[in-house]
């Protein structure tokens, strides 16, 4: 595996990288004096109140997680649980309630100051952005460009939120190509696209403090295409010379950039020649690490590493990474079931499965860590032998 280094430009905004360092040392610090005195990891499953499928997205360093729930007639609520697992669910205005119609409230990201991003579909279908601050008052915008007529079925989406406010999110325009922007707490919109060549830009997970952040991007062939974009605007284009060089159709998806974290690191998966995923670190100068979880799949198309099929409404989950470099994501082994897996900074592994969760070979089904906080609780989804999703809280 060879590496590429790709240009990564630090921003010092007003000391707070500084300070941010010396926190997080703070909670390394916090986190081995838990560890020392720490019993074995336990894995807990819930569902919200009222669910038949709960998912849950985002979770803070105290331990609450944002995430939505389908109800009895699938309509998704967004909810949020403490650490003592109280439940608060809440709905954006305007959120459709047609039934089985895969609309409702999907709430994406949450930042330690308790704001809360995401989307809300209407009754035709049409995305919105919504922001929910700590005190409960939600915000509903739709970005510039967006196509919101209710034949088109397009509109736009918030995926995540720095720790200052500024957001990211998609929109899809009248001519359905999907774009990603930024916009600031003040409610300015930043419109870009990863590539002059690309026909739709998603962009991945939060940004951070720097504001960078990371996708994908589709071409015209059609594949996909990691992608960093700096907190200048200047996007790099990550390739790796082993990965698969085909098309969609041909089953060649190729790879993306799925999570950032506040130092810059930022964690993904490509897809290689045989078809078959491994997952990648990026370092803040543009250093990549490929790696393999321990018992990922190696053999067949689409077994590996960091890769799943898409078992929820929203399809905007990502694999886990905290500000100290550890990764919560899953991996295909070669019977064709999911689990769940740590990687500590120094490249250990541990493999876990959610209690409940479906292991019968073919069937598709497993554990999905979506997120770890830096005290190493890792939250996500395991799935049922109805492919149902259920949350799960993994306690270190």
């Not at 939505?68 to 007639?73: I, S």
């Not at 957001?167 to 922007?181: A, E, K, P």
């Not at 995923?277 to 590493?305: K, W």
């Amino acid at each position: 595996m060879t590496t590429k280094r790709l240009p990564y430009v630090h921003l010092d905004l007003l000391g707070l990288r500084t300070g941010a360092f010396i926190l997080c040392l703070a909670l390394l610090a916090l986190a081995l004096g838990r560890t020392a005195s720490a019993q074995q990891p336990r894995v807990i499953a819930f569902d919200a109140p009222g669910a038949t499928a709960t998912v849950p997205d985002g979770l803070t360093l105290t331990g609450t997680i944002v995430g939505y729930y389908l109800d009895e007639n699938f309509v998704a609520h967004g909810f949020l649980r403490t650490p003592d697992g109280h439940f608060t669910s809440f709905d954006a205005p305007g959120a459709g309630t047609t039934p089985d119609n895969s609309n409702g409230t999907f709430p994406l990201g949450v930042n330690q100051l308790g704001t809360v991003v995401g989307y809300y579909e209407d009754d035709n279908s049409v995305s919105h952005c919504f922001i929910r601050t700590a005190d409960g008052k939600i915000t509903t915008f739709d970005a510039p460009g967006a196509d919101v007529s209710p034949a088109a079925q397009a509109g736009s989406q918030l995926t995540g939120i720095s720790p200052t406010g500024l957001t990211v999110g998609l929109y899809t325009g009248s001519n359905l190509v999907t774009h990603g922007f930024l916009r600031s707490p003040g409610g300015q919109f930043t419109s870009f696209d990863a590539s002059p060549n690309s026909v739709s830009t998603f962009p991945n997970g939060p940004v951070n403090l720097e504001g960078a952040l990371v996708g994908f991007y589709a071409d015209t062939a059609p594949r996909f295409h990691a992608f960093v974009r700096d907190p200048r605007g200047t996007i790099s284009v990550l390739t790796f010379p082993d990965s698969c060089d085909g098309t969609i159709p041909e089953g060649c998806v190729g790879f993306g950039d799925l999570n950032i974290n506040l130092f810059g690191w930022s964690v993904g998966t490509f897809q290689d020649a045989n078809l078959v995923h491994h997952g990648f670190l990026r370092s803040p100068d543009g250093e990549i690490t490929a790696f393999d979880a321990p018992g990922a799949g190696n053999v067949g198309p689409y077994q590996g590493t960091i890769f799943s099929y898409n078992f929820t409404p929203d399809g905007n989950e990502v694999a886990g990474l905290n500000d100290l470099g550890a990764v919560a994501a899953t991996y295909l082994d070669a019977d064709y079931v999911y689990h769940g897996f740590l990687r500590t900074p120094d490249g250990k592994f541990t493999s876990f499965d959610a209690p409940g969760a479906d292991l019968t070979p073919g069937a598709l089904n497993g554990t999905f860590p979506f997120a770890i906080n830096d005290l190493g609780v890792v939250i996500g989804i395991y799935t049922d032998a109805n492919y149902l999703p259920h949350g799960f809280i993994r306690e270190p």
